[in-house]
């Protein structure tokens, strides 16, 4: 079966559109911009999935005993699938749940049966947050199939250091100010397909104000990832040496 179907298949089984990108946006305070400030609005620090490598570094330079970096799941990607390469050692003894086969080292992946369709099983991953340490390591094997794993800082957990120690640390230069009302940063596929379904459930709300409220909330969400991506282009064109 196609990518594209299974993928609309499984979404019978997740309609909540907060929980579709797997990002609900607590906002911590403002303070250093790095730079970036926009006028007046308190800024906060933000991991940018595109940029990421799941060094690890996520894990052990934050100064908070767990980091504030956690693991989530933009279920629009994923492509639920039995042998998911975020959930099991490559070198996994078998399909379950024993901890042996687990990529993840504090278990903090949970797998559940969704159906079995045309002989294949399909399960869904959530991640149990206070679990996650932010390791990457399910990020890094997810990479290898749909990529739908990725990290963002937890905005409830984050102190908002001044300067901030994985940011110092990243080795691709991935954590950036975001304005706070804007609080994540989606992949840039994820973006786009869900900008898509947005548009989609535009077309088909009809005179249902309720569902036209969800497919604006969804449409303004994706806006604000084109418009940040935009201006951070253009900010980094600006940054670069003239040519001669």
Not at 1 to 28: C, H, S, W, Y
Not at 38 to 54: F, S
Not at 92 to 99: C, E, I, Q, R
Not at 125 to 146: R, S
């Amino acid at each position: 079966m196609p990518l594209e179907e299974k993928q609309q298949d499984r979404r019978e089984f997740i309609t909540d559109a907060v929980r579709t990108t797997g990002v609900v946006a607590v906002v911590g305070s403002g303070g250093f911009l790095a730079g970036r400030r926009t006028e007046g609005e308190p800024m906060v620090w933000q991991l940018d999935p595109d940029k990421c490598t799941a060094c690890g570094n996520c894990a052990t330079y934050c100064v908070l005993d767990v980091s504030a970096v956690k693991c989530f799941n933009a279920f629009d990607m994923c492509g639920f699938c039995d042998i998911c390469t975020g959930y099991f050692e490559m070198d996994y003894k078998s399909l379950d749940t024993a901890a042996e086969n687990q990529a993840c080292p504090t278990g903090a992946i949970l797998r559940e049966f969704v159906e079995e369709k045309s002989g294949q099983r399909y399960y869904e991953y959530t991640i149990d947050e206070p679990l996650c340490i932010g390791c990457g390591k399910c990020v890094e094997g997810c990479a290898l199939m749909n990529g739908s794993l990725y990290l963002q800082v937890e905005h409830d957990r984050c102190l908002d250091c001044n300067e901030c120690a994985i940011a110092t640390a990243c080795p691709t230069e991935a954590f950036y100010r975001v304005p706070a009302s804007q609080a994540e940063i989606l992949k840039r596929r994820a973006a786009t397909v869900l900008n898509a379904r947005g548009k989609q459930m535009e077309r088909v709300a009809g005179d249902d104000e309720s569902k036209r409220r969800e497919a604006d909330a969804l449409l303004a969400r994706t806006a604000k990832q084109r418009d940040w991506r935009e201006k951070q282009a253009l900010e980094d064109a600006n940054r670069r040496p003239s040519d001669g």
